[in-house]
């Protein structure tokens, strides 16, 4: 009997798309099979935690465990695949210490070692457990298989059974009883956790090649992730993050270079000199049919001259006026004028040389029509007099129909600069359910309700950063408080609570600071533009001040880690002391009132 599993993964269709991308340059012929598994730029990679896109390793906690375990060899790769689920996480920090302090691993018995010392002395894969129960006890692997499956199960009559068979059987072959009962008690500890290697080390493979073109063919692989990724927000904005980050510029649509996915494009200024096209079905609202047609009559018949020698050539019934609203917001006719110019002349520009498939498909019509429209669609005529849009606006409307900000929001760029060590991207607050953490993030909705009972304000916020989003709840006591910040698309600091209810994270609001939209490249010492500057980040700590306080001043900034640079002046009897401080602060106007208090000083420069 032989069982098959077959899983459709959407990471094959990427691996497949980038090769076509790879392959069809001409360049060079890869061949997946026979890329080596040593290869160092892959293990670089992985080791910085680059690993968006990167198959079974994209979460914020595998990025972690990766920085953290540095895998340079593929057998890592494998153990980490199978040790990160629930159960076998608890075994990651031995398994992580084995691999960075090899003293540090210790076997039972040497017999163990040859099986254990690829996973660093402790029991990853049911292969592992078979292995020893057939080493040490003489089991077949069969019998080894029964073992195995009782542990796994808890079945406590066979696993008594078993444990009298696997004591009896290992005295047997000269292991004394006291070293076969710990050798049982360590198995015992790892069969209910043990994954099929196999499993994990097909989903290696996987995960190894994606990371291998990521990592050789940067471009190509991005170009067919995004492709891969379209119409799912959170992973397109992921996707496009990682661009920004690796220097691959993602141009918008273009009606004359777009084709119907992500293509690559040259672009001196761009990674490689390759950049990223955007493609016509990442865009809503625009259809196969539309696509279809549009990209026929440009190869056709050349690149459209104007907006109007688009409409005159396109079928107006399938690129109609939702298709076109959508095609100018996003920039895709950007060439040829103002997009709230060219929204204002739609109807004028179809009534005049618009045409239905029907129409462009009948032999009808006058002896000099080909003259005429020819004549018409070489130039725009444009009429309207309206103002181009604010780039607020043109940011929105590229929001709103690609799911993501494609030239980087103001927001972005301050929260940017505003974050630092201490705060936690939204993406990985489910490692914190539970706790209390800071998150600096984008304020997308703020929504004000009353309470039923006590007819009090509150809030819930959408709040939104680069790789995710997450609702936040602002109950009325803390509202109150903060309310005058509550604006979107600012750039906030929150602290507060990650709480999980029926399967949902939310985040429960303590305090609220907003970061001051003046921020710029030039501030001294990294500043935030949040409440402090540089120059007077002076904190005088008064003559005979205790021990007991020095100790929770120290605490109070150890928590509160930042970017901005202070100097603690002690004051002494003759002269004053100045020591900096080795790490950076958060030094908000909060933060300030706490050092007050605790100083018993009425104010902090």
């Keep these: 009997l032989l069982k098959m599993d077959f899983l459709g993964l959407r990471n094959l269709t990427i691996l497949q798309n980038a090769l076509k991308l790879i392959n069809n340059a001409g360049q060079t012929k890869v061949d997946l099979s026979a890329v080596p598994l040593?290869?160092?730029?892959?293990?670089?990679?992985?080791?910085?935690?680059e690993?968006?896109?990167?198959?079974?390793?994209?979460?914020?906690?595998?990025?972690?465990?990766?920085?953290?375990?540095?895998?340079d060899v593929f057998g890592d790769i494998v153990a980490l695949i199978a040790l990160y689920r629930p159960g076998p996480m608890a075994l990651i920090p031995e398994f992580v210490k084995g691999k960075l302090e090899p003293d540090s691993v210790v076997y039972l018995h040497p017999d163990l070692k040859p099986i254990l010392a690829e996973t660093y002395g402790i029991a990853v894969y049911q292969e592992q457990v078979l292995k020893i129960a057939n080493v040490m006890a003489g089991y077949s692997l069969g019998e080894a298989d029964i073992l195995r499956r009782a542990m796994g199960k808890k079945s406590i009559e066979t696993m008594n059974k078993e444990h009298k068979k696997f004591i009896s059987q290992a005295v047997k072959l000269n292991y004394s009883e006291s070293l076969a009962e710990k050798v049982w008690s360590f198995i015992e500890r790892f069969a209910g956790y043990g994954f099929n290697k196999a499993h994990a080390t097909s989903y290696a493979m996987i995960a190894y090649q994606t990371a291998y073109l990521k990592s050789h063919y940067p471009v190509e692989y991005m170009t067919a992730l995004m492709s891969a990724e379209s119409g799912r927000e959170d992973k397109m904005a992921l996707s496009l993050e990682e661009?920004?980050?690796?220097?691959?510029?993602?141009?918008?649509?273009?009606?004359?270079?777009?084709?119907?996915?992500f293509q690559i494009e040259a672009d001196k200024k761009s990674l490689g000199g390759q950049a990223i096209r955007f493609g016509f079905t990442a865009i809503k609202n625009v259809g196969t049919a539309a696509i279809d047609n549009i990209l026929l009559e440009r190869t056709g018949a050349g690149e459209f001259k104007s907006f109007t020698d688009f409409i005159a050539r396109v079928d107006t019934q399938k690129s109609n006026k939702r298709v076109l609203e959508s095609l100018i917001k996003v920039g895709a006719f950007d060439a040829f004028g103002k997009r709230a110019v060219i929204l204002d002349e739609i109807d004028r520009v179809r009534n005049k040389v618009g045409k239905t498939g029907a129409e462009n498909d009948s032999n009808q019509g006058g002896l000099f029509d080909g003259l005429i429209q020819e004549e018409v669609s070489i130039q725009d005529d444009w009429q309207s007099t309206k103002e181009e849009f604010d780039n607020r606006k043109l940011m929105e409307m590229e929001r709103e129909?690609?799911?993501?900000?494609?030239r980087e929001h103001p927001s972005q760029k301050l929260l940017k600069k505003a974050r630092t060590d201490w705060s936690k991207p939204l993406a990985e607050?489910?490692?914190?359910?539970?706790?209390?953490?800071?998150?600096?993030a984008i304020i997308k909705t703020a929504k004000t309700v009353v309470t039923k009972t006590k007819q009090q304000e509150m809030a819930f916020l959408l709040l939104t950063d680069e790789g995710g989003e997450i609702e936040a709840v602002v109950f009325p006591k803390t509202y109150a408080e903060v309310k005058s910040f509550l604006i979107p698309n600012s750039v906030v600091v929150v602290k507060g609570k990650v709480d999980e209810k029926e399967d949902r994270l939310s985040f429960i609001v303590d305090t609220i600071e907003q970061i001051a939209d003046d921020m710029s490249d030039d501030k001294p010492n990294g500043n935030t533009g949040m409440l402090a500057n540089s120059d007077t980040n002076i904190i005088h700590v008064p003559r005979g001040t205790s021990k007991a306080t020095l100790l929770a001043l120290n605490t109070l900034l150890q928590e509160n880690?930042?970017?901005?640079?202070?100097?603690?002046?002690?004051?002494?009897?003759?002269?004053?002391?100045?020591?900096?401080l080795p790490f950076g602060i958060n030094y908000t106007a909060s933060l300030k009132n706490q050092i007050a208090q605790l100083l018993q000083i009425d104010k902090i420069s």
């Design 243 to 261: 661009c920004r980050t690796m220097g691959i510029i993602v141009l918008p649509p273009n009606i004359n270079h777009s084709g119907a996915d």
């Design 51 to 71: 690993t968006t896109g990167v198959f079974q390793m994209e979460s914020p906690g595998m990025r972690r465990l990766a920085k953290q375990l540095k895998p």
């Design 401 to 406: 129909l690609l799911g993501i900000y494609l």
């Design 561 to 580: 880690k930042g970017e901005d640079k202070i100097t603690l002046a002690f004051q002494n009897a003759h002269d004053v002391r100045e020591l900096v």
């Design 38 to 49: 040593d290869d160092k730029l892959v293990f670089e990679m992985l080791s910085r935690g």
């Design 429 to 440: 607050l489910s490692e914190y359910k539970g706790q209390k953490i800071t998150v600096t």
